[in-house]
């Protein structure tokens, strides 16, 4: 369990740096257009999706790696 967190931290902190520059950077015009919005949720699941799928296919469940 410890890998996948490891597997998911980079994608934590770009999430976080999104955000930042979302809230500090953008004008609000930009992040309620509705693009921006659709781009916001890909973009936040890709973060998460992405590092589960290359655990996943590093660590395949029922192979032990003791």
């Known amino acids: 369990m410890t890998k996948l967190i490891a597997y998911l931290l980079p994608g934590v902190l770009?999430?976080?740096a999104f955000t930042a520059v979302k809230?500090?950077?953008l004008s609000p015009d930009?992040?309620?257009s509705t693009w921006f919005v659709y781009f916001s949720v890909a973009f936040y699941l890709l973060c998460v999706i992405i590092p589960c799928v290359i655990y996943y296919l590093?660590?395949?469940p029922g192979i032990s790696h003791k």
């Open 30 to 32: 930009v992040t309620f």
């Open 14 to 16: 770009l999430m976080v």
């Open 58 to 60: 590093r660590t395949p």
């Open 23 to 25: 809230n500090f950077v």
